[in-house]
């Protein structure tokens, strides 16, 4: 009786599978034949800019007609404008688009979104991920809700769209496969190097080195720090290099690890996004020199963005925080916590925390009869930070070389394929540090194979989360989020203000999408043209003119970062907790308090007194003041004096 009860349960449990499969693939089906590649989605009452599908009919016609719900939205000569044309869905629900001319018509299907919940995707992951602290989850989360939205309220549809486009679309889109593709193969080949570097010794050998000078928990920050400045050319690169060389120096003094991914993260993006000579740069004068087309202005983009530097208060003030904090030996909130644990009881980590990467113990120790040389751990790293400036030289020079230009160094920089010597650079890193082991006979070919792919498998669970972050990222972009931001956030008022609003939409923007990038892309072609126009046009001048614009773009670099260093779906953040080997929701939930207060010194130490005519350097330095008298009075000591 017994088997045959258990026979039966199965065959029941059988059939309820594969009724919820057949479902399943129901509305898969329906799914395809909707044409996840030609669904437009917009929101209700958000302007949309409709842009012309490749397969209209304009060939040969002499006017084409668009119709929204029948109404006659545009008419004139065909293709439609470059930029589209801009229409309101009034409503949620579908909408039909109808373009005809005398070579025919097509018809297409908007489905407009309520508004307000485009910015729950992002919301619930990142509730979730503070929450439970299940970061996988959050992110699976937020990705199926943004989904659910897209694919009409389909739960079933909505979860196989995490596998059969999200994740496809993020590896594999023309626009950023490639890229991230390449950050993947970089974290990779990278961590691959560090786990040779532990495994002959090398790592070991830097702690000990170091070690010398950094003899306190105070020194060992202060070295994080002064190694996050100093590699400064990229963040990707900043954050794998100085948390992995620093972790073991760290461990020893008894500094948490999530104080030295804060260093890590403060020091990347922060840092990266200021200097001239980045692999930002070329991205971010190209946006502006675009923004200054558009509008007509015949104006040096570099220079434009060399001049708002100052006024990406945010950016500066991150980076000297962590300078203060490692000086005057304070912290706060969760930081102090997790720092007088890991004082008091040598504990680094928190008891349950889940670090996104983490060497195999016995693979991580040197092995027997290789002996800690500073050198073996220096050369990798110094081989990476030559090849990644070299890389960069190289591929900026190619690309001139192919338009006739002058191959000069800054020139190249700005034209600089960055992805591809970062390629390089982690190739040649792995490789130096493989003939380092093998030709001093410190690791066996077997042995140099097994710790390579052991720092390899530490960064598997890291290289998930980064996907899921970049999938949730674009599901943010087809759900229009950022658009219901600036929609929501910005607003007509006294140009002398607008740094300081721009500056908060930008904050809002790269926070919920977890993308400095992307908000910089979306923002700079808004506000430029706002500036002009508020100042009467393109011939604008004078020299509250030209504070407020660069006062307006450093607002929106320095707002980009301060979602790319905190944000828990920022690639650079998880990043930051992967080189680290720190819990990813720690990192964020220390890391929080420390961004908001750089924030707000940046609000009412540099944004409110630039509108009343106070110079940046002044602002800057009130700026330093208030974070100074900050620690003082709410920070304490984590020895516990």
């Known amino acids: ?84 044309i801009t229409v309101t869905l009034a409503r949620p629900g579908r909408h039909e688009i109808l373009l005809s001319s005398e070579a025919g018509s097509l018809r297409e299907e908007i489905h407009a979104v309520p508004a307000w919940l485009s910015i729950l995707p992002p919301l619930v992951a990142i509730v979730i991920a503070l929450l439970f602290r299940q970061v996988v989850l959050a992110l699976l989360s937020g990705i199926w809700l943004g989904n659910f939205l897209l694919e009409g309220y389909r739960p079933l549809a909505a979860l196989l769209r995490i596998v059969d486009r999200d994740v496809i679309r993020t ?177 680094t980590s928190a008891d349950g925390a889940a670090p996104l990467s983490n060497i195999d113990a016995d693979n991580a120790a040197p092995a027997a009869g290789a002996r800690p040389r500073w050198i073996n751990g220096f050369i990798p790293i110094a081989v990476v930070i030559g090849v990644a400036f070299a890389g960069l030289l190289v591929t900026g020079r190619s690309s001139l070389a192919s338009r006739g230009e002058a191959p000069g160094v800054l020139a190249a920089l700005k034209e600089a394929d960055s992805f591809v010597a970062l390629l390089w650079c982690s190739m040649a890193g792995s490789a130096v540090a493989a003939l380092l082991a093998l030709t001093q006979r410190l690791l066996t070919l077997t042995e140099t194979v097994a710790a390579w792919m052991n720092g390899v498998r530490s960064m598997l669970i890291a290289i998930v989360i980064l996907v899921l972050a970049w999938c949730i990222g674009a599901v943010c972009t087809e759900l229009h989020t950022a658009d219901y931001l600036v929609h929501v956030l910005s607003g007509v008022l006294d140009p002398r203000f607008l740094p300081l609003i721009v500056f908060l939409v930008s904050m809002a923007v790269s926070f919920s999408t977890g993308t400095s990038w992307g908000t910089m892309s979306i923002l700079t072609p808004i506000v430029v043209p706002l500036v002009f126009g508020a100042a009467g046009g393109a011939a604008a001048s004078g020299p509250t003119f030209e504070t407020i614009l660069s006062a307006s773009i450093g607002a929106i670099l320095a707002g980009a970062v301060f979602g790319d260093h905190c944000s828990p779906i920022s690639d650079t953040t998880i990043m930051s907790s992967m080189a680290s080997s720190c819990d990813h929701v720690d990192h964020v939930r220390t890391q929080l308090p420390y961004a908001l207060a750089a924030a707000g010194a940046s609000i009412l130490c540099g944004y409110l007194p630039m509108a009343a005519g106070v110079p940046a350097g002044a602002s800057l330095a009130l700026g330093a003041a208030s974070l100074c008298i900050m620690l003082r009075f709410f920070g304490r000591s984590p020895d516990g004096r």
């Not at 626009?175 to 974290?187: E, K, L, N, P």
């Not at 794998?240 to 500094?255: A, F, H, Q, Y």
Request: some cysteine; overall charge positive.
């Open 171 to 347: 590896m594999s889109d023309p626009a950023m496969g490639s890229d991230h593709v390449s950050i993947v193969v970089f974290t990779l080949l990278l961590g691959g190097m560090v786990g040779i570097m532990y495994r002959m010794g090398g790592m070991q050998g830097v702690v000990d080195r170091v070690g010398r000078l950094a003899t306190t928990p105070r020194r060992g920050q202060l070295a994080g720090w002064f190694m996050g400045v100093l590699i400064f050319f990229d963040d990707y690169a900043n954050t794998l290099i100085v948390g992995n060389s620093m972790r073991p120096l760290t461990d020893r003094l008894r500094i948490s690890r999530e104080k030295l991914c804060y260093i890590v993260d403060s020091t990347a993006a922060p840092v990266t996004s200021i200097a001239v000579i980045t692999s930002w740069i070329g991205f971010q004068v190209s946006l502006i020199g675009q923004a200054f087309s558009s509008i007509g202005v015949d104006r040096n983009p570099f220079t434009a963005f060399v001049a708002a530097i100052p006024y990406c208060f945010y950016s500066i003030l991150a980076v000297l925080l962590v300078l203060l904090v490692a000086l005057m030996n304070r912290d706060f909130g969760p930081m102090l916590a997790a720092e007088r644990r890991a004082r008091s009881t040598g504990k």
């Open 1 to 84: 009786m017994t088997a045959i009860a258990s026979h039966r349960t199965g065959a029941r449990a059988f059939r309820v599978l594969f009724a919820v499969l057949a479902c399943a693939l129901a509305s898969r089906q329906t799914a395809f034949a909707a044409g996840a590649g030609d669904r437009r989605t917009a929101l209700a009452g958000i302007p949309y800019r409709y842009e012309m599908p490749t397969e209209a009919p304009s060939a040969g016609a002499d006017s084409i007609a668009v119709r929204l719900d029948g109404e006659v939205v545009y008419r004139g000569a065909p293709p439609l404008p470059p930029a589209g």
